[in-house]
């Protein structure tokens, strides 16, 4: 399939790198299409553990062209950091690509971030303070600083030192630190000449690439519920990260695009404000945590833990077109005597008949649960769906008939290479 898109079905942080980074065996370009550095792609391979921000994960790979394309926000400092951090670990970031349309994060975009976040009082949004959603604003308002600006020099600089100067100026009316304006011009005029040979036309590079016969892959970061549009507003990211925004993001058509990877925790977890019908506040929730290890890769915030909602899923298979499941992380559940699948919503004792598009109306649901005896047993060794217990089968088997497409993929561990290839056929007894 020439195009596959991976979008996460949740909340974020359901571990889309590891199934980026097996899906990238057979794709020559994986690119992400939008958000910034304030998602974090985690992927573990032998004794090695890459933490990924900005650049896509198809980066352990030498076959793969990485592309940092059209619809992400760039900062440059966390893209250097990064770059050095994987080259001392000898991975090549030679191969990677920047749009010379993507946008930069600048010190006034992170200052801005605290500011309005300081301003909500007790209505904080949850925001990682990264500059990313001042930077998505200045490109709506139209006076981004865009990456191909970089290769102009002179006018690239001339455009930083005046637009730090305004923002400096507004940023200590309103209560903040003033910018020190001539070092920031000095350090991202550095920053620009390191990015300058890095840059290109990806919407051409990528239609080359498809022309030429290579596959590519497209990586969403944060998630469906997460989306400007679609997520559970206010309480979202500041762009698209569901299968539409990887058009957009991208420079490729909606025709290009045939096959379109969701993926889900056997569980659900969020980070940050906004209501959560499976939510779980007790000892169970502290055990999702402490075995998933539910903290934030950016941010290392404690997750909310929850079970899993079919419901979500359901709305998330009809929002991306989603035309399989990745099921991740299935042996965190490994030791529970019983694990919960919610499979509807009831409001006043009524059963709604799709996912609520009010977030008051969210918070007021309450979850119907299906109860299923847990397995007690590791699964990490296991590689085909016949080696798991029947209990761990029947769980896979009710999610996959909830949500109404194919489970493909089943992660098993943390480990690269802990994960099976799902037979939807496979007979939940024995």
């Not at 946008?103 to 007790?122: C, K, N, S, V």
């Amino acid at each position: 399939m020439p195009v596959t898109v991976v979008v996460g079905a949740q909340w974020g942080d359901e571990g889309k790198a590891k199934v980026i980074d097996l899906l990238s065996k057979e794709h020559s370009y994986v690119v992400r299409y939008q958000g910034g550095h304030n998602a974090g792609h985690t992927v573990v391979v032998g004794d090695e553990r890459y933490a990924l921000q900005l650049i896509p994960s198809g980066i352990l790979y030498d076959h793969v062209v990485p592309v940092i394309a059209n619809g992400v926000v760039v900062d440059m400092p966390t893209l250097f950091n990064e770059v050095d951090t994987l080259e001392r670990r000898g991975i090549s970031c030679e191969r990677l690509v920047v749009s010379s349309h993507a946008h930069l994060i600048f010190p006034w975009h992170q200052a801005w971030d605290a500011l309005f976040e300081q301003g909500r009082g007790d209505a904080k949004i949850g925001t990682t303070l990264k500059g990313i959603g001042p930077a998505y604003a200045d490109k709506a308002r139209r006076v981004g600083i865009r990456a191909g600006d970089v290769l102009d020099p002179a006018a690239f600089a001339a455009t930083v030192a005046e637009r730090a100067a305004v923002e400096s100026e507004a940023i200590v009316a309103a209560g903040g630190e003033a910018l020190d304006v001539p070092a920031l011009v000095e350090q991202f005029s550095t920053l620009a000449a390191r990015l300058a040979p890095y840059i290109a036309d990806t919407v051409n590079v990528l239609h080359d690439a498809l022309g030429a016969g290579h596959h590519v892959l497209l990586e969403g970061a944060q998630a469906t519920f997460l989306d400007l549009d679609h997520g559970t507003y206010p309480y979202v990211t500041s762009s698209n990260p569901t299968a539409g925004g990887a058009c957009a993001g991208t420079g490729l058509g909606p025709r290009d695009i045939d096959r379109i990877v969701g993926i889900t925790k056997a569980y659900t977890t969020r980070v940050g404000a906004g209501p959560f019908p499976t939510e779980l506040l007790d000892a169970d929730g502290d055990r999702l945590v402490e075995i998933g290890r539910e903290f934030g890769t950016v941010t290392g915030r404690r997750r909310r833990p929850g079970w899993i909602d079919c419901v979500m899923l359901r709305h998330a298979v009809k929002v991306n077109s989603l035309t399989e499941l990745a099921l991740t992380k299935l042996d965190v559940l490994d030791g529970f005597d019983t694990v919960k699948v919610c499979v509807g919503y009831r409001v006043n004792g009524e059963r709604l008949a799709h996912y609520p598009d009010r977030v008051d109306l969210l918070g007021q649901v309450e979850p119907e649960y299906i109860e299923l005896p847990g397995w007690n047993r590791e699964l990490r060794s296991m590689r085909q769906p016949s080696e798991l217990p029947a209990a761990a089968r029947a769980f896979v088997q009710l999610v996959e008939a909830e949500v109404g497409v194919p489970i493909t993929v089943v992660g098993v561990g943390a480990e690269r290479d802990d994960y099976l290839h799902w037979a939807p056929t496979v007979s939940a007894q024995g």
